[in-house]
C-alpha cells in the first residue's frame, strides 16, 4: 500500500484549487491529513473533500508544514507564501507562473518531460494551462519530425482568469451594460486579442509565457514560436490553431502513428474535431484536423482542445504529485 501524506492545498476556494479537490479524490490519492488555505475573508468556510467538511485557514496564519502543497495562488502570495512551506520541508507543486523560468525549477508536464523532476529542489512549477496542453500535442511531433517553426492562435476560455472572469461572463449576458473589471472589453459576444498587458515586443503576458514556457518544456530553447492569445466567451477549454514547419518530412499518416501512441492524447481522424464542450471535464487533450501541404513537405497544421482547469492545472498538478509519490 501507498504511504499516505500530509497534504496542504492552498487557494483551495478559487477554480484551480476546487479542480485539484475533485482530481485528488477521483485519482485516489492517499491522503492522511488534508489542509485548505484561502484568504481571510475565506477562513472558517468549510469545503467538502474525500467525503468530509474540511475547515478553510487563513493562509497568512500557517502553519506552514506538509509533506506536499498543491497551490493555486496569484504571483505574488506564490512568491511570498510558498518558499515558507518549501523551507520547512514540503515539496510544492505551484500554478502560479511565478517560478516557471527560474533555472532550479522543474517545469514538468509528465507526458512530456517528467526526467526533469529528478533535479527538483522542493519546488516543481505547474505550466501555464496553453503551454501545458500544446506540448502534449506537440511532444511526440517533435520528437519524431523535429520541430523548428511554430505559429500559434489561441481561443482561450474565461475561466482561464479565475472564478471572478466567469461572474464577468455570466453578468454581462444578462446585463449588456455591464462594466467589466476583470478583462479589458466586454466579453459575452466579443473577442479580443489581448490576455495580460503588453511588453515593449508588443507580445501580451500570456504569449511570452507560452513561448518560454513551450520551450522550457520541449527543451527546444531555440524554438522559433510566433502566438497570438485570444480571449472567447467559452466558460472551460482553451482551443489552438497550430501550424508547425520541422526538420524532417511530416505526413498526416506519419503524425497520427505518433499522436495514437502519446500518452493523454486522443487524435481524432476524419475531418472529426474537438469542441470546448466536448473537452470540459476530460483529462485528455484533443487533437484532429490534420492537414499537410504539398507545397511543403516539411509543414503541418493541426487543431489542438484541453480543459484548461484539468489538463491546463489540477489534472497535471496531481500527476506531478503521483510521479514525486
Ligand atoms: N484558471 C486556470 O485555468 C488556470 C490554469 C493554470 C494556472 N492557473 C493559475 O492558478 C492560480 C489560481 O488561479 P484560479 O483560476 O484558481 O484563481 P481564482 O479562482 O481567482 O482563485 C484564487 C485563489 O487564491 C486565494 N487567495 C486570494 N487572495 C488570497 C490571500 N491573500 N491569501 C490566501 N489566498 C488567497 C483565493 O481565496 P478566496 O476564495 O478566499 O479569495 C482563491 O482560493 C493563478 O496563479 C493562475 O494564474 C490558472
Redesign the pocket.
Known amino acids: 500500500m501507498k504511504k499516505k501524506i500530509s497534504l496542504a492545498v492552498?487557494?483551495?476556494?478559487?477554480?484551480?484549487?476546487?479542480?485539484m479537490l475533485r482530481v485528488l479524490e477521483k485519482r485516489e490519492i492517499p491522503i492522511e491529513h488534508l489542509s485548505l488555505?484561502?484568504?481571510?475573508?475565506?477562513?472558517g468556510?468549510r469545503l467538502e473533500a474525500f467525503g468530509h467538511s474540511v475547515e478553510?485557514q487563513?493562509?497568512?496564519d500557517g502553519p506552514f508544514t506538509a509533506d506536499y502543497v498543491l497551490?493555486?495562488?496569484?504571483?505574488s502570495?506564490?512568491e511570498k507564501?510558498l518558499p515558507r512551506f518549501r523551507d520547512a520541508g514540503a515539496v510544492v507543486i505551484?500554478?502560479?507562473?511565478?517560478f516557471r523560468m527560474k533555472a532550479d525549477v522543474p517545469l514538468v508536464v509528465p507526458e512530456v518531460n517528467a526526467d526533469a523532476l529528478q533535479n527538483h529542489k522542493g519546488l516543481v512549477a505547474?505550466?501555464?494551462?496553453t503551454a501545458?496542453i500544446a506540448s502534449v500535442a506537440l511532444a511526440p511531433l517533435h520528437r519524431a519530425f523535429n520541430l523548428k517553426h511554430l505559429i500559434i492562435s489561441t481561443y482561450q476560455?474565461v475561466?482561464?482568469?479565475?472564478?471572478?472572469?466567469?461572474v464577468e461572463l455570466e453578468n454581462e449576458i444578462t446585463d449588456i451594460s455591464f462594466q467589466p473589471k476583470v478583462f479589458p472589453h466586454p466579453i459575452a459576444f466579443n473577442l479580443f486579442p489581448q490576455i495580460g498587458s503588453f511588453n515593449d515586443e508588443g507580445l501580451c503576458v500570456e504569449e511570452e509565457k507560452i513561448r518560454e514556457e513551450l520551450r522550457k518544456i520541449l527543451s527546444a530553447p531555440e524554438l522559433f514560436i510566433s502566438v497570438t492569445t485570444v480571449r472567447v466567451p467559452v466558460r472551460?477549454g482553451?482551443s489552438l490553431s497550430i501550424f508547425g514547419e520541422f526538420e524532417k518530412p511530416i505526413s498526416v499518416a506519419g503524425a497520427y502513428e505518433q499522436l495514437h501512441s502519446a500518452p493523454g492524447l486522443i487524435a481524432m481522424e476524419n475531418q472529426n474535431y474537438a469542441t470546448p464542450l466536448l473537452c470540459e471535464g476530460r483529462d485528455e487533450v484533443f487533437t484532429g484536423r490534420l492537414r499537410s501541404f504539398p507545397e511543403n513537405p516539411n509543414a503541418l497544421s493541426l487543431w489542438v482542445v484541453g480543459d484548461?482547469?484539468l489538463k491546463?492545472?489540477?489534472t497535471?498538478a496531481v500527476q506531478i504529485l503521483e510521479r514525486l509519490l
Open positions: 492552498v487557494g483551495a476556494t478559487g477554480l484551480v484549487g476546487r479542480t488555505f484561502a484568504s481571510p475573508q475565506s477562513k468556510k478553510i487563513n493562509l497568512a497551490s493555486a495562488l496569484r504571483n502570495l506564490a507564501w505551484d500554478n502560479s507562473s511565478y505547474n505550466p501555464n494551462c501545458a476560455s475561466s482561464g482568469s479565475g472564478q471572478k472572469a466567469l472551460v482553451h484548461n482547469l491546463g492545472a489540477a497535471n
